[in-house]
């Protein structure tokens, strides 16, 4: 049944129950935003995270579980967190898949996974969203990526999918203005993949100007900014980098 309309901004964020995602749904909250949780299989996860959270904030965490894979399951995904506070105000496309695909090893399966959560889910989730997104003058985010420009060695489909991502970003900012402001925000070295070894760490902390990793709260922070403070920009990917992307190397 939906909820008398809210007075708190609601965002929607896509694979929030660990990492990034987590990081920055506490982030919004603490801003008083009401935090639309998806998550795919970390249950355990979610619901810790919604429990904490609703500590600080009675009835502001809403926790749906979703396979993003399934397109068709996408507009009642939105349907769903439309419902319950009876706005949307923003989505933030962070959902990803990240692994290696050497030429030569690539299968049929790892474009359908890479391409389905990088770029096919976000584009459907913005179509869904964007009706109710309109009537708030609300906005999109796009977790992008620094590799969407430069290509990470034996990722090829992952860089792709990230490239269409950024595109997509300038694409649907174009679309669906004037109503909805369409951005994306391109990590660098803010929480390393598993297994990464301490001299890769290194090499790429060289490749920044300033010499170090970031912090999850610089991302969240992005976010907020883009949501709450930039109502004149739109088709804009920032990066989130420590000055990687505008290396010599």
């Known amino acids: 049944?939906?909820?008398?309309?809210?007075?708190?901004?609601?965002?929607?964020?896509?694979g929030a129950a660990k990492?990034?995602?987590?990081?920055?749904?506490?982030?919004?909250?603490?801003?008083?935003?009401?935090?639309?949780?998806?998550?795919?299989?970390?249950?355990?996860?979610?619901?810790?995270?919604?429990?904490?959270?609703q500590k600080e904030r009675a009835d502001s965490v809403l926790l749906i579980q979703a396979e993003l894979d399934h397109i068709d399951k996408l507009a009642s995904l939105v349907k769903t967190a439309v419902s319950h506070w009876g706005r949307l105000d923003a989505l933030v496309n962070n959902a990803s898949r990240f692994y290696p695909t050497p030429i030569g090893n690539a299968t049929d399966g790892d474009w359908q996974a890479l391409?389905?959560?990088?770029?096919?889910?976000?584009?459907?989730?913005?179509?869904?969203?964007?009706?109710?997104?309109?009537?708030?003058?609300?906005?999109?985010?796009?977790?992008?990526?620094?590799?969407?420009?430069?290509?990470?060695?034996?990722?090829?489909?992952?860089?792709?999918?990230?490239?269409?991502?950024?595109?997509?970003?300038?694409?649907?900012?174009?679309?669906?203005g004037p109503e909805v402001r369409v951005n994306g925000v391109a990590p660098g070295a803010i929480l390393w993949p598993e297994g990464l070894d301490e001299l890769s760490k290194q090499r790429i902390i060289s490749k920044t100007a300033l010499k170090r990793p970031g912090m999850p709260d610089d991302i969240a922070k992005t976010i907020a900014f883009l949501i709450e403070d930039a109502p004149y920009v739109t088709g804009q990917i920032l990066a989130v980098d420590g000055g990687r992307s505008s290396s010599p190397y």
């Open 115 to 176: 391409f389905n959560s990088n770029l096919k889910a976000p584009f459907f989730l913005a179509q869904a969203a964007a009706p109710h997104l309109a009537k708030q003058q609300g906005c999109i985010i796009n977790m992008v990526d620094i590799h969407a420009q430069r290509p990470l060695k034996q990722h090829s489909l992952y860089c792709m999918a990230k490239a269409g991502l950024a595109m997509m970003t300038q694409s649907l900012a174009n679309e669906l």
């Open 19 to 53: 990492r990034l995602g987590a990081n920055t749904a506490r982030y919004l909250h603490e801003r008083g935003m009401n935090i639309v949780l998806h998550y795919r299989g970390s249950s355990a996860a979610a619901h810790a995270l919604q429990r904490q959270l």
């Open 1 to 14: 049944m939906e909820q008398e309309n809210s007075a708190a901004p609601v965002v929607l964020i896509t």
